[in-house]
T-cell receptor, first 117, second 112 residues
Framework: GAVVSQHPSWVICKSGTSVKIECRSLDFQATTMFWYRQFPKQSLMLMATSNEGSKATYEQGVEKDKFLINHASLTLSTLTVTSAHPEDSSFYIC?????????????FGPGTRLTVL | EDKVVQSPLSLVVHEGDTVTLNCSYEVTNFRSLLWYKQEKKAPTFLFMLTSSGIEKKSGRLSSILDKKELFSILNITATQTGDSAVYLCAVEEFTNAGKSTFGDGTTLTVKP
């Protein structure tokens, strides 16, 4: 149980286009999902916290108009990279939080490799 | 600002060696510390530590937390080439549904 999927697993796009990445919790409902970005040989950097039915909370330095997050249901959050540029090329990972009692456990998706040409 | 620092940043050992990875933290609303192993894709969960002094063990891996000194160690005994990976330490907060701050990771390379 507790499986999180991401789609697509990799995407190549031209500079200036927008790319949408989906994150789904397959067998549980996640009121909270997190989006991370990871550059080569660096750690995971939290971009935003996404709560179902409300606006995402962005970390300092992350442009909310560039990285649009929608969490329309308890099993789906989407990240749209708008007007992508080569410097947006990165590995994007989502995680979904499963609550059991008072404990929240994060389950990670497999990640999406974005390359912007 | 919450901070998680891992050391060393990289480590090269030979099969059979024992390694110790370190993680220190400064977090305001500490709830738990987690260790992950990351190979090519997303991290995979290893341990969650919430209490001081209680060792968690899984095969050749073990970990312990010291909440007074604010650090944790991850031990791997009898290393194998399959242990080569980036090991990430993350600290979860009580608030924000478990929001985590990650360290920079330790890259472990185990040579045959």
């Amino acid at each position: 149980g507790a499986v999180v999927s991401q789609h697509p697993s990799w995407v190549i796009c031209k500079s200036g286009t927008s790319v949408k990445i989906e994150c789904r919790s397959l067998d549980f409902q996640a009121t909270t999902m997190f989006w991370y970005r990871q550059f080569p040989k660096q750690s995971l950097m939290l971009m935003a916290t996404s709560n179902e039915g409300s606006k995402a909370t962005y970390e300092q330095g992350v442009e909310k108009d560039k990285f649009l997050i929608n969490h329309a249901s308890l099993t789906l959050s989407t990240l749209t990279v708008t007007s992508a540029h080569p410097e947006d090329s990165s590995f994007y990972i989502c995680s979904a939080s499963l609550r059991a009692g008072e404990t929240d456990t994060q389950y990670f998706g497999p990640g999406t490799r974005l390359t912007v040409l | 600002e919450d901070k998680v620092v891992q050391s060393p940043l990289s480590l090269v050992v030979h099969e059979g060696d024992t390694v110790t990875l370190n993680c220190s933290y400064e977090v305001t609303n500490f709830r738990s510390l987690l260790w992950y192993k990351q190979e090519k894709k997303a991290p995979t969960f290893l341990f969650m530590l919430t209490s001081s002094g209680i060792e968690k063990k899984s095969g050749r891996l073990s970990s312990i937390l010291d909440k007074k000194e604010l650090f944790s160690i991850l031990n791997i005994t009898a290393t194998q080439t399959g242990d080569s990976a980036v090991y990430l330490c993350a600290v979860e907060e009580f608030t924000n549904a478990g929001k985590s701050t990650f360290g920079d990771g330790t890259t472990l390379t185990v040579k045959p």
